[in-house]
């Protein structure tokens, strides 16, 4: 490891100022993916920003109908919150099967929609619940927010403070992870609410996650099982590597949207 400088801050302003101050700073909160790609070398920040301790940031709860959660909670708040089990258990379990007990005590929902990892499951949830994300400066919504791989909307030293996502009970998250990194080789987030329904997708687009618009209007045209298995996702623009090519990815695409809303379907 190279030499940083590394400071504590304990709001989000002397956060902001720190950032704004230099350049080159990076914002630490779990770490699970800055720490090992500075060990790599593959960032070379000059100054790690360590926000864990703005408690401004730590919370989870109920706010009209939204769950909202602060950016340093970690994927462990997530899913053992009373509070995101009663309201949004798709999230609840979608926390609850990221990495291992280590990286869920660890990572934050903040860092993790921040690096946008074609990979991550957080993304998806954003996408597939139409989420909103509160930043230092601005509110974005989560179809603006996904640029590409490992790239957002934010500006340099703009600070995810919170996440509010709608309730919709009406959903669920299906993925078929790496058994090694627990990453999503494939991940489908199903909703469906009064006004829509939504399909996101993550671990497989080359682009990172996106909106499955195809799948969205044949479910909305006619919602069941037969539908979802009716439409098959194009392994043009899919992901191929070591643990899996295009086509394989697509198929897996194909299942879990499948497992989601019959999931949906049969009310559980």
């Given amino acids: 490891m190279y030499k940083f400088n590394y400071i504590k801050v304990e709001t989000i302003e002397e956060a902001s100022s720190a950032l704004s101050n230099n350049p080159e700073a990076k914002i630490l909160a779990g770490g699970m993916t800055l720490i090992p790609t500075m060990k790599q070398r593959l960032a070379s920040p000059e100054q790690l920003i360590d926000i864990r301790q703005v408690n401004e940031l730590k919370f989870i709860k109920s706010d009209s109908n939204n769950v909202v959660i602060g950016s340093v909670s970690n994927h462990y708040d997530v899913s053992s919150s009373d509070i995101v089990r009663e309201n949004l258990p798709s999230l609840s379990k979608l926390a609850e099967g990221i990495g291992d007990p280590h990286v869920r005590n660890m990572g934050t929902i903040g860092g993790s929609i921040t690096n946008n990892d074609p990979t991550a499951d957080y993304p998806a949830a954003c996408l597939g619940l139409g989420a909103t994300i ?19 909307i934010l500006e340099e030293d703009e600070i995810i403070t919170q996440v509010s996502f709608p309730i919709i009970k009406n959903s669920c998250y299906m993925k078929f992870p790496n058994p ?18 939504r399909v996101a997708v993550t671990g497989a687009g080359e682009n990172g996650v996106f909106r499955w618009k195809e799948m969205e209007d044949a479910l909305t045209s006619n919602w069941s099982s037969s539908t979802a298995e009716s439409i098959k996702l194009s392994p043009d623009g899919v992901m191929s590597d070591i ?13 879990m949207a499948l497992r989601a809303v019959e999931n949906l379907s049969n009310g559980s």
């Fill in 134 to 152: 509160k930043t230092n400066k601005r509110e974005i919504s989560a179809d603006e927010f996904f640029v590409d791989l490992f790239e957002t």
């Fill in 180 to 197: 090694a990194s627990r990453y999503a080789m494939a991940g489908v987030f199903v909703s469906k609410s009064d006004s829509e329904v």
């Fill in 243 to 255: 643990h899996g090519n295009s086509d394989y990815r697509a198929n897996l695409v194909n299942i």
